[in-house]
């Protein structure tokens, strides 16, 4: 019996050295998926976390090789849509400062965070304004302590809406960070570590609908902007020509590396799934250095090109190209002239610059056409080419549009200049729009009632289900869940407790039956109409011809229509119809209409809280 113990406790003692021994066994099969996974050999990974995830018994441990096998499997389908861009050159920079070296163009710029006038805001992100598509986006952290974007908007040329969260479609449960707007704001690329990718942050683009306002869903920009590493800012360069992009991918996580591609305007994609080069292609060394020969393969066959094809493919690309610079200069001309009409104060001085800016506005509205039609051009080259097996090659951008052609352009070293964030101190914000929760008025049995103070009742016919009248306040737990329960005083100066607000006789008595049959015995029908007190005889007499009150908001009068900031507030703080009303005092605009008057009057103190100016509410007949 004694040799039975002392084996038990012997066996017992090791148990915890069996535990640590495979323990480490897991963690030396987590390193090397960690390994495998950063140089994308995702297989290899995956059956190296399958080994680890059979051993594993720690849950936190479990989790970590969970979301390793997510990234390989992401990783995995994103090399199955790589694009080889050509590398124009790069630099490293410090971590802490490398967004500075990126020309915003089109007039955007980096500005830093007003201290403490957001305290929602994460001060140590930059903030991306863009006056020309009146968009500042800032880097704030949520409730959960995770990283999201909040948008504000130019509400008039002082005054600038108080930033709110974006939609989900862009935030996820993970961090966002250094956002950047395309020069026509119709296209928002971003770093995130929350959506679908390979690990680390990897590069989202997400396009705003014109039609509704709202952001697509992120796209993840693929393989080789994005990668296991943290990659943390894709912007298309002014010229329209190339694009930068910032990655810690080579090694030193204190240092950023910004790339200069060239931006392709229809970039061809490879499955790179089973290619041995994916890791040096992932380090992105400038074209002349990878020692590659541009050539037109099919499973790794040579094919000739014939040689009037090729010329017209590549006239194609290079004028879809050079009107895309084209299209670029237009945009930064408008944006310019939109800047200087805000500044102008002389009523003449402004039609002039309002002529010139319709002008600009049409001179886009073409060259953003023929962009499509280049655009299309192009595609269907490239589609003549597919369909006969054959990837058509990489075109040179053209010469700049205006600008003599320069030898040295090609060999000249990318070398961007640092620039200084700029201050929001002289920027005006509009005061956060808190709008309370309306009270749920519709008739309902719940766990407990909900008692709500009444002061003055709605001016058209309704009916209510008299529940007490008391000569003290009654609790809510006398009402054994009716709600909500309306509390109003009685000429006696006695307490009347009453619930629903029902337009029909007949919903009174369905509500009554219902009250009645979890044991309020004596409650009845009452009747009001023109916020008095009548019989329910006379009620349901009226019923039948009384009209049904509504309410609506209106904006005030705009001959010229609602202006865009305007517009964009209606859409973020109310989903009814807006209507355009020509009467005797000429145009004006309205909203509605809203069953109850706390609706209507909430919109207009959320709109009066943004700035803008007289905005009433109106009783209609229904």
């Known amino acids: 019996m004694r040799l039975a113990f002392c084996s038990y406790l012997l066996l017992f003692s090791l148990f915890p050295m069996t535990l640590i021994a495979q323990d480490e066994r897991v963690k030396i099969f987590l390193n090397r998926a960690d390994s495998l996974r950063l140089a994308y050999q995702f297989e290899e990974a995956i059956q190296s976390y399958q080994s680890a995830a059979d051993l594993a018994l720690d849950s936190a441990l479990l989790r970590r090789i969970d979301l390793g096998m997510l990234y390989c499997e992401n990783g995995i389908n994103l090399l199955r849509f790589a694009v080889k861009p050509k590398v124009l050159g790069s630099i490293t920079v410090a971590k802490e400062s ?75 449960a993970g961090d966002e960070c250094f956002p950047v707007l395309s020069a026509d704001g119709q296209s928002l690329y971003f770093a995130s570590n929350g959506h679908s990718g390979m690990g680390g942050f990897d590069l989202y683009v997400s396009t705003l609908d014109k039609e509704t306002g709202v952001w697509s869903p992120a796209r993840n920009m693929g393989f080789p902007y994005s990668s296991p590493a943290n990659d943390l800012l894709f912007m298309p360069a002014p010229d329209g020509l190339t694009a930068l992009f910032a990655s810690d991918r080579a090694g030193n996580r204190e240092m950023v590396s910004i790339y200069q591609v060239v931006y392709e305007l229809n970039p061809l994609s490879y499955d790179l799934r089973n290619s041995p080069d994916v890791y040096r292609l992932s380090q992105l060394l400038p074209s002349e250095d990878v020692g590659e020969k541009e050539t037109n393969t099919v499973l790794g066959e040579e094919l000739p090109l014939e040689h009037g094809a090729l010329l017209d493919y590549t006239r194609a690309v290079q004028q879809a190209q050079t009107i895309r610079e084209a299209v670029s200069a237009q945009e930064r001309a408008l944006a310019l002239s939109r800047e200087l009409y805000a500044r102008l104060t002389e009523a003449g001085d402004r039609l002039i610059f309002a002529k010139r800016i319709e002008d600009e506005e049409l001179a886009l509205i073409d060259l953003r056409t023929q962009y499509r039609q280049a655009g299309m051009a192009v595609q269907k080259a490239e589609t003549e080419f597919l369909n006969k097996g054959i990837l058509p090659p990489l075109v040179s951008p053209p010469e700049s549009i205006g600008k003599a052609p320069n030898p040295q352009a090609a060999t000249a070293p990318f070398a961007p200049l640092k620039s200084d964030a700029a201050a929001l101190d002289l920027f005006r914000f509009a005061l956060p729009v808190v709008i309370e929760p309306a009270v749920n008025l519709s008739f309902r049995i719940e766990n407990e009632s909900e008692i709500i103070s009444e002061d003055s009742r709605p001016d058209f016919l309704f009916y209510r289900i008299q529940l007490a009248v008391t000569s003290t306040p009654a609790r809510a737990s006398s009402f054994r869940g009716v709600s909500p329960v309306f509390e109003s005083a009685t000429p006696t100066g006695r307490y009347l407790y009453a619930a629903g607000q029902f337009s029909s006789h007949a919903e009174a008595s369905t509500a009554l039956a219902q009250v009645r049959r979890i044991g309020l015995r004596d409650a009845v029908i009452i009747a009001y109409n023109q916020e008095r007190s009548v019989t329910v005889a006379e009620a349901r007499r009226l019923e039948a011809m009384a009209p049904k009150a509504a309410y609506r908001v209106s904006l005030g009068h705009y001959p010229q229509g609602l202006p865009d900031p305007l517009i964009t507030a209606i859409r973020g703080l109310n989903t009814k119809d807006l209507a355009r009303i020509t009467g005797e005092g000429g145009v004006r605009y309205v909203i509605g209409p809203f069953e109850t008057l706390q609706e209507a009057r909430e919109l207009q103190t959320a709109l009066s809280g943004l700035g803008f100016e007289g905005i009433t509410v109106e009783t209609i007949n229904m």
């Open 98 to 172: 490398f967004y500075l070296y990126f020309d915003m163009g089109n007039g955007s710029f980096w500005a830093q965070p007003p201290e403490g006038l957001f305290p929602e805001l994460e001060e140590s992100y930059p903030v991306f304004v863009s006056p020309a598509n009146k968009t500042m986006i800032f880097t704030g952290k949520t409730t959960f302590g995770d990283l999201d974007f909040y948008i504000s908007r130019q509400l008039t040329d002082s005054l600038w809406s108080y930033p709110e969260p974006m939609e989900a479609s862009v935030n996820s």
